[in-house]
């Protein structure tokens, strides 16, 4: 049979699913089975056994989320997970958000009761697509089985188109069972109308933004992951070398940039470098790319680049101008508006000369050798520091994954990671993410090493994953940095509760992880004292299969530098000493304070300074 000239199979919705994600490149799909997905899970056996995809199974939902996100982070492809009714549809949720915080673009499908049974309480109902609604781009709940191809379509356009984000398909069981005439819809045909990103920046703000590029003494490139997202590395660096402008990323944007390339400042934030959060205070033009003015990167929101002009590039409207308004706010994709802006400044004939930004480059030098990122190396024990420093020596070109804490920081400060080789939940800040996640990148990477670098605390969310890794011999390599604490929270607990250590307290009632990965099949090491460190992480690589590192480090080292919730960038606690704006400082006629030059007004009483 043929409809417009297109052969048409009588098919079962659980087939056209199937057959669709197939069309769309879908290789790979993490999942769980339960009674509702059940005629879902029929027809990826006969894909399997075909040998069309393969399908991993988890030990928990919320791992078969966080491997997708991971996937999808790593290759820039969307992700795909697959759960049940009920249990299995909420226990998506956490992954869920952690995707669409991080805009990552993910498909997660999910069983649900007969149609007719939807809104009787059923056994495992439950409305995910109510529930999902605040943290996907877009729900679907599929109630006619020859609608499923084109669900299917749309669900991977939106995903990955504009800001990408996960969307969820909800299958109810008769309708994977029920047979309708099938007609693909093939990738990138559909149409959605009132869905249509801007893609191109208007020609007139990027004109302006070329003017404040050309204006400009102490620029400084501000990048999110959103650069990642557009794919834009190489127009980044075109970006600052051409116009010989220095870079902080976030959390999210790490790899973006060369971390060695002399123009790099490193991670801003809360826990970034020291000169980061210093050029951002001092800068007087700020070019946020692909970022969006989180908290945990602004301090005092007041406070931050108060003297700088911003040009602000994203591709959602509605990020440009929520945290701060812009002088010159560009929606557009990333990587198009950056070449649009390097074309045009071409145009227009720019002469932006080294010496131009010397001053202000030979400052954030100064800054870089006065406040370092520091390696302790105590006495009696191994500072987590030091684990990061020797593992990113030895594997320089790993994909890396984390789970959130203290270990979090240290790994971005400390490891110098290639685009799309840094996977970490920076939005919801999701512990447990990081094995997981191990998985999802080395099942989309496997001749590539892939390392998980996890807390003894966050490593517990989820480590039944090591099942998963046991049963498909998924060769990643996971190093525990085990300080018998909730690090981070302890942390705080530390600087501003006064030491009351209330639940963060981990030595009773933790595994001893070799042990426990031993029983999954795991080879695993203990490494007590740096004699060990090299060779233990030497082992661990060169093993031809999974391996687990427990590191014993030192139980109260704290991460610094760090931003105290509340105030500026610029007041940091840890650094060795106070802020030193460097050279040119403006003295205060009425109070005397030492200001930064780019200061109009005295940072202590508010006295006109010119």
């Not at 549809?89 to 007969?114: C, F, H, K, W």
């Not at 800054?367 to 500072?383: A, V």
Request: some cysteine; hydrophobic content about 40%; charged content about 20%.
């Amino acid at each position: 049979m043929q409809v417009k000239g297109v052969d048409v199979q009588r098919v079962s919705g659980a087939f056209a699913l199937i057959d669709s994600l197939k069309r769309h490149g879908v290789q790979h799909i993490f999942g769980y089975p339960g009674g509702a997905n059940l005629p879902i899970y029929d027809e990826i056996y006969k894909a399997e056994a075909a040998r069309e995809l393969q399908h991993f199974l988890v030990r928990h939902e919320q791992g078969a989320a966080h491997a997708a996100d991971a996937y999808a982070r790593a290759t820039g492809k969307v992700g795909v997970c697959l759960a049940t009714s009920g249990p299995g549809a909420t226990n998506l949720v956490t992954g869920l958000a952690t995707a669409y915080m991080d805009s990552v673009p993910m498909v997660a499908i999910t069983g649900q009761v007969p149609r007719a049974a939807i809104g009787s309480d059923a056994f495992q109902e439950i409305d995910i697509f109510g529930i999902a609604l605040p943290i996907v781009k877009h729900s679907y709940v599929v109630r006619d089985p020859a609608n499923m191809s084109e669900t299917v379509a749309e669900a991977f356009h939106i995903a990955s188109t504009g800001r990408p984000g996960p969307v969820l398909i909800d299958v109810p069981k008769d309708v994977g069972i029920a047979q309708c005439d099938y007609v693909p819809v093939e990738p990138g045909s559909v149409k959605l109308p009132g869905y249509r990103p801007t893609v191109k920046g208007n020609p007139r703000q990027i004109n302006q933004a070329v003017k404040l590029i050309q204006e400009a003494k102490c620029p400084l490139l501000y990048v999110g992951g959103g650069a990642i997202a557009s794919g834009a590395h190489a127009e980044i660096t075109e970006l600052a070398e051409h116009f010989h402008i220095p870079v902080t990323t976030t959390l999210m944007g790490k790899g973006v940039f060369d971390e060695h390339h002399p123009l790099s400042v490193g991670m801003l934030g809360m826990h970034g470098t020291a000169y980061a959060n210093f050029a951002v205070s001092e800068c007087d033009l700020l070019i946020a790319v692909g970022a969006r003015f989180d908290d945990r990167v602004t301090g005092k929101l007041d406070e931050f680049a108060q003297t700088a002009k911003t040009i602000h590039i994203d591709i959602d409207p509605a990020e440009v101008g929520k945290n701060r308004k812009p002088d010159v706010p560009i929606v557009g994709d990333v990587r198009q508006v950056l070449v649009d802006l390097l074309r045009r400044s071409h145009e227009v004939g720019d002469v932006v000369r080294e010496s131009q930004t010397k001053a202000w480059r030979d400052r954030i030098r100064q800054w870089r050798e006065e406040y370092p990122l520091e390696i302790p190396h105590p006495e009696d024990s191994l500072s987590p520091q030091e684990v990061i420093a020797e593992v990113g020596r030895q594997a320089p070109h790993a994909y890396y994954t984390t789970d959130v804490g203290q270990h979090q920081m240290w790994a971005a400060q400390f490891l110098k990671n290639a685009p799309r080789r840094w996977m970490s939940s920076g939005g919801l800040g999701t512990m447990g993410y990081g094995l997981p996640a191990a998985v999802g990148a080395k099942v989309a990477l496997p001749d590539d090493q892939v390392i998980c670098i996890s807390g003894d605390g966050s490593f517990q969310m989820n480590m039944q994953e090591l099942g998963t890794i046991s049963q498909y011999g998924i060769k990643v390599k996971v190093v525990i940095l085990n300080n018998g604490w909730l690090g981070m929270v302890r942390q705080w607990q530390h600087l501003f509760y006064d030491d009351r250590f209330e639940a963060t307290n981990l030595e009773q009632g933790t595994p001893d992880f070799s042990k426990l990965s031993e029983v999954y099949g795991i080879k695993s090491l203990t490494v007590r004292t740096r004699a060990e460190l090299p060779e233990a992480i030497a082992t661990m690589l060169a093993h031809d299969g999974p391996t687990l590192l427990d590191v014993r480090v030192n139980r109260n080292e704290d991460c610094y530098p760090m931003v105290a919730p509340g105030t500026s960038p610029s007041h940091m606690l840890g650094l060795s000493h106070p802020y030193n704006a460097v050279s040119n400082t403006l003295t205060c006629s009425a109070c005397g304070a030492q200001n930064p030059p780019t200061h109009k007004c005295c940072s202590e009483c508010g006295t006109k300074l010119r």
